[in-house]
């Protein structure tokens, strides 16, 4: 077991108990933390050279004197205090040769080892193993041998000095295991943040190719509708006014229609309103059950036949599917109506056990003459792809068994769906 896994519950205990200590001392910790650290060490430095000087200016009886040797071995337990940060171990190797030399050399030995105090406590908390067990040792065997060596040693002597170093030691340890703690918290709290960050991102730019799928979706086929009951419009205006008309109420149908999905779409972009019931005031969003209006509004405006035919047993799928579908037929008729040239269009819903496959295919002109939009590189082609693979589905598009130009989208069902999506 490492020290390290042996102290956190007592620096757990440790940090209970002096909590109302430390709210006191907060204040003047965080001054010292912001201060220089050659400053700090500087004071401290001289802070052990006049603890060890006390004994000087108030000698007790029989005390050796002072003499300029024991001054200079007293300043070497202080001095290297000054860089016990940059570089810990060679420090207190310096505190440690001048230590029990000015204690042999009785010119006074030291009544309490102030920079040993301070050196066990940096090496502990700064050193690698190897250097903190190898300081300790020294200490407490230097420390021991020293008193052998003095002149009538008492036994409390032996027990206070050891027991300070000892205490000195696992003050450092405790230090040491509450900086790796606060660093391990401040390193998991920047993780968080940063995955925070990555999750808000990504969120956001699915949400934002979301909308620009629908927008685009949207946009695409009313303007589509509209452009063609604009061009008849002129064309039957003289000869046959009631067209003309209906003409025209197509165009401003296809636009209140139009005009409506986007507001539901640019809901999503505030809070959500809810009504005196609790429910939500958002439109519903169109499903499978819509496609019979979709083909039909596609037909009556722009005279295009199209087919609608199930094949299967309907099965539940999950509400984005439902717009997904939507959606993918809607962009397919679409192109069909903007480059395709087509008179007649098939719209298939083949149910099975695990998806619902989608087929949509015409009679025009076929890939390669169907323009831009439906081009391997198109918007409508890749939001039809995007929106299948965000489902776990599949999609493929190309020449028609019998010509013309079509769109395959296979959708798994609610059972199947997360499983395809891994």
Known sequence: MSAQSWFTPAVARWRAVAAPAMSRWRPVVSRLRTTHPYVVDTALAA???????????????????????????AVG?????????????????????????????????????????????????????????????AWLVGASLTMMAKEHAQPFEYAFHLTSFLSAYALGILTRVQRAYTAELEDRARRLERERASDTARATAQERARIARDMHDILAHAVS???????????????????????????????????????RILGVLKEEQVDVNGASARLPQPSIAALAGLTGQVAESTGLRVHLS???????????????????????????????????????????????????????????????????????????????????????????????????VRLPAAVDRQAALG
């Open 310 to 408: 199930t094949t299967g047993a309907p099965r539940p799928l999950p509400p984005d599917t439902e717009v997904a579908a939507y959606r993918v037929v809607q962009e397919a008729l679409t192109n069909t109506v903007k480059h395709a040239y087509a008179s007649t269009a098939r719209v298939e819903l083949d149910w099975t056990e695990d998806a619902l496959t989608l087929t949509v295919t015409d009679d025009g002109r076929g890939p390669g003459a169907q323009g831009p939009a439906a081009s391997p590189g198109g918007h409508g082609l890749i939001g039809i792809r995007e929106r299948a693979a965000a489902c776990g589905g599949s999609a493929d598009s190309g020449r028609g068994p019998d010509g013309g130009f079509r769109v395959a």
């Open 225 to 263: 509708l509209m452009v063609v009951q604009a061009e008849a419009g002129p064309v039957v205006v003289r000869s046959d006014p009631e067209r003309a008309e209906a003409a025209f109420d197509a165009i401003a149908t296809s636009g209140r229609d139009a005009m409506r999905q986007l507001r």
């Open 47 to 73: 802070l052990v050279l006049f603890a060890a000087s006390l004994q000087w200016m108030f000698p007790d009886e029989g005390d050796d004197r002072l003499s300029w040797q024991g001054f200079l071995l």
């Open 77 to 137: 337990t202080a001095v290297p205090l000054v860089w016990r940060r940059r570089a810990p171990f060679l420090s207190a190797c310096a505190v440690s040769v001048c230590t029990p030399a000015m204690a042999l050399y009785h010119a006074p030995p030291p009544n309490v080892a102030y920079g040993g105090l301070v050196v066990l406590y940096t090496v502990a908390t700064l050193c690698p193993p190897a250097q903190r067990r190898f300081m300790l040792v």
